[in-house]
């Protein structure tokens, strides 16, 4: 009986899945039909490529356009909705620190397997060679400035003039003023109410924003497969390949390894145990690549399971805004596969850059389909580089996003939720009799 159950949760995610994103695996499937036949016509090819690509880059701009308020706003919302009130110091200090474990050793799976397997080296055949070299000099310059100049490069992380910073994307300057912001705005009190509803407001105009062009993710898709696949055929998909793979290894690990050794270390909760209280939303999550739309089923299962109301009202929603380890894996891979295609040298001191940077970007993305790509902006800037100049290699990782995005999203509740029963178990705030006990579940609607 309990198997079946497994087996239909696992067909309704499954279905889910396909239900939300069928227009993205369609427009996947048709960029793949039609860049096979554009392939093997040349003259087509030359007529229809400019609009393949116009179209493919307004899909870019368009996820540009919406970072940076994204961004401040999450950050802003996030913070202040702890308040300056007592959790903040009792369980806020202890959930940065074990969101800030998981999250470092996300990204130092996703680097060394990026690394070792080189996902992106196959992609290099496809990438026009005046483009690598232009990408090439664009990191050089920008590593130039920073190497030698460490201390120079961390006082540039305080703006001077944060309006300066927003006109420029300076993205760093920006995160650092905002969380300085935030925080203040958090100590004063009810007074920060008019500012914080500004915030709300813009964070849900986002979103919706983010709806649309998500909305429009699958012409944005079509034009980008269509176009690598007429230019470079079907031999495409083997380089596409080794990167999912790179990703499914790292989520594998993450959610085997780490969060079982992590809970060992801090906490007498089993790993089994947890996942199968929490079966319900790890299944809507995959199916629906969506933290902030499985929030409400995430906190649900917490607590009718046998963790507490004062610790997953507080823990859980602040963990769908700020802690995405599983994007934080994504994004370090997706980054060092793009530097492997354009030949971009890879030093330590860039590796650390990124893997700092995947760190801030991951806490800045929404719990929506699709953020993972949209905030790696944050750490392409880092690099001196912006979306735009990488269009060929971003049509690889678009061609796969949704599949990826489930399963980063799926990474992410569970680190929330990992998190969640370590602090409760920390407080003595879990119920092990009912949560040791899966016969005596509440069902979850």
């Avoid at 705005?185 to 105009?205: T, Y």
Wanted: glycine share 8%; charged share 10%; net charge neutral.
């Amino acid at each position: 009986m309990k198997d079946s159950k497994i087996q239909m949760q696992i067909l309704i995610a499954l279905g889910l899945g396909i239900k939300r994103n069928w227009p993205i695996f369609f427009g996947i499937i048709a960029g793949i039909i039609v860049g096979i036949m554009l392939h093997g016509h040349p003259s087509a090819l030359q007529n229809v490529a400019p609009l393949l690509t116009f179209i493919g880059q307004i899909f870019i701009r368009l996820i540009q356009m919406v970072v940076i308020p994204l961004v401040v706003s999450a950050i802003i919302i996030g913070i202040t909705s702890v308040g300056d009130n007592k959790q903040l110091g009792k369980f806020g200090t202890k959930m940065v620190l074990y969101y800030g474990i998981i999250t470092t050793a996300a990204v130092t799976i996703g680097t060394l397997l990026a690394l070792i397997f080189k996902p992106g080296l196959g992609a290099a055949n496809y990438i026009a060679q005046n483009t690598a070299t232009e990408v090439q000099a664009s990191v050089a310059t920008a590593m130039s400035q920073q190497h030698g100049h460490l201390l120079e490069m961390f006082l540039d992380f305080i703006p001077s003039n944060p309006l300066s910073a927003l006109a420029s994307g300076n993205m760093v300057a920006i995160i650092v003023f905002v969380l300085i912001f935030a925080i203040a705005l958090a100590k004063v009190g009810d007074v920060n109410r008019p500012i914080v509803s500004f915030f709300e407001s813009v964070f849900a105009a986002t979103m919706k924003i983010t709806d649309w062009i998500m909305f429009l993710a699958a012409p944005g898709v079509f034009a980008l497969t269509a176009s690598a696949v007429s230019s470079f055929g079907m031999d495409i998909f083997a380089s596409i390949g080794k990167y999912l793979m790179v990703l499914a290894i790292g989520f594998f690990i993450q959610m085997f390894v780490v969060y079982p050794i992590f809970l060992k270390c801090f906490s007498k909760v089993s790993m089994w145990m947890l996942y199968s209280a929490v079966a319900e939303a790890l299944m809507v999550a995959f199916g629906t690549a969506s933290s902030s739309a499985t929030l409400p089923l995430t906190i649900a299962c917490c607590e009718k399971r046998g963790i507490s109301h004062k610790i997953s009202s507080f823990v859980l929603p602040l963990g769908a805004t700020l802690n995405m380890d599983g994007t934080a894996l994504l994004q370090v891979v997706a980054v060092i596969f793009l530097a492997q295609a354009y030949g971009v040298p890879l030093d330590l001191f860039l590796l650390v850059q990124i893997a700092l940077l995947a760190i801030i970007a991951s806490s800045t993305s929404a719990g929506i389909s699709g953020a993972g790509l949209i905030t790696i902006a944050l750490i392409l800037n880092g690099m001196g580089l912006s979306p735009e100049q990488l269009v060929a290699g971003f049509a690889f990782l678009f061609t796969i996003e949704r599949v990826t995005d489930m399963m980063r999203t799926l990474v992410n509740v569970a680190s929330d939720t990992v998190v969640v029963a370590a602090i409760a178990d920390n407080e003595n705030e879990i119920n092990y009799d009912l949560f040791n006990n899966p016969e005596a579940y509440e069902e979850v609607a």
